[in-house]
């Protein structure tokens, strides 16, 4: 009777287990312990042809280390000029705006000035003191010829004259120096362009007031944009990987299919407290005047030093819900869906992969085609 009820127990256990529910049997500890479940990995994949898709292997090579930086297009500042005024006054004519081409001499702006009324005033005095002191000295020369002056007074005469001719070159110099030409008296400084270039910069208008040098700001700025500077932040944790000399590419956002080349000219010594990252300057020939001031760019910096990077074909990744994907080969016929983590580009349709990979791996060459052929396959 024993037996029979042991086997009954026995044959409803099996039956159990066999419908897919694990259950503790009384009977037998091992098989109370035994618990029988089905999992599915959703990144494994089985196919059935696996011939059908071409393998790349993962493989290594020495590349340049690089960095992408962002940065502006801004003029030379060794070719910009400030264009102040030495007078003040007010506007009574504006010949330029901002943008404008000029050539050196040609003419910006008039401003009608009583500095420079004053100024000529002064000159003509001076030079009116001066006729006077050299028509003194004329005459003494003539009375002492005749032994009817004393040397004292000849010698008074000569430094009177002197002083004259000093006064009326210092204001001379003034009528210039605000602009005038003391040949031809006005009160209208011309102001006039000191060097040819691209006005980048204007902080007047017609009729303004103009004040004096000491408050108030550079009426243009001229720049030669023959050469441009493209200026970058490079943060303080990336500055090693910067140098300079090193070569670096530039893409802007107004020429995408266009790219720049340059190397690093200056590498600043001090960092910006609010962003602790440093400017780095690349000097770009700009002889076609398609660089702007202003524009935006991306600077990638190759270092001179060489770092083993892994590469897989570019076709080998697939950009799924914001992530990179591979599919490596894991048996015959399975192949898992791996997130890697992608760097920069490689030369011959390569792509820098930084993690997810193993030299020496077989992936999937093209991602997209093999995700394509499973997803027909699961319908």
Not at 319 to 341: A, H, N, S, T, Y
Request: proline fraction near 4%; charged fraction near 25%.
């Amino acid at each position: 009777m024993r037996n029979e009820r042991l086997f009954s127990a026995a044959a409803i256990c099996g039956a159990l287990f066999l419908a897919g529910i694990g259950i503790a049997c009384s009977g037998d500890p091992k098989a109370a312990a035994t618990k029988s479940e089905v999992t599915l990995d959703p990144n494994l994949y089985t196919v059935e042809h696996p011939d059908l898709f071409k393998l790349a292997t993962v493989a290594t090579r020495d590349l340049p280390t690089t960095l992408n930086a962002n940065g502006s297009v801004t003029p030379d500042v060794n070719s910009t000029i400030h264009v102040t005024s030495q007078g003040s006054g007010r506007v009574v004519e504006l010949k330029v705006r901002l943008g404008d081409f000029v050539k050196k001499g040609q003419l910006l702006l008039s401003i009608r000035s009583a500095d420079l009324a004053g100024a000529f005033s002064d000159y003509q005095k001076a030079a009116a003191d001066e006729r006077l002191a050299q028509k003194a000295l004329d005459r003494a020369q003539l009375l002492i010829s005749h032994g009817a002056l004393a040397e004292k007074d000849l010698q008074q005469a000569e430094d009177t004259e002197e002083k004259a001719k000093v006064d009326m070159q210092n204001a001379d110099q003034r009528v210039r120096l605000l602009g005038g030409d003391p040949a031809h008296p006005s009160a209208t400084i011309e102001l006039r362009a000191p060097v040819s270039g691209t006005i980048v910069e204007q902080n007047i208008s017609g009729f303004e007031g103009i004040k004096s040098l000491d408050n108030s700001p550079n009426l243009f700025t001229i720049a030669d944009l023959t050469q441009v500077w493209v200026l970058c932040d490079v943060y303080e944790n990336d500055l090693g990987e910067v140098h300079l000399g090193d070569t670096a590419e530039i893409r802007l956002n107004a020429y995408p299919d266009k790219t720049y080349h340059g190397k690093v000219a200056d590498i600043s010594r001090v960092l910006d407290p609010a962003t602790r990252a440093a400017k780095v300057r690349i000097v770009l020939p700009n002889r076609d005047g398609s660089l702007r001031p202003g524009m935006f760019a991306v600077a990638t910096f190759h270092s001179r030093k060489s770092q083993t990077r892994i590469l897989i074909p570019s076709t080998a990744v697939l950009r799924l819900q914001d992530k990179d994907w591979i599919f490596r080969k894991e048996g015959p016929q399975q192949f898992r869906r791996v997130e890697v983590r992608t760097g920069g580009g490689g030369a011959d349709g390569m792509q820098q992969i930084e993690n997810g990979v193993k030299p020496g791996e077989q992936i999937v060459a093209n991602a997209l085609e093999f995700s394509s052929a499973v997803a027909e396959q699961g319908k």
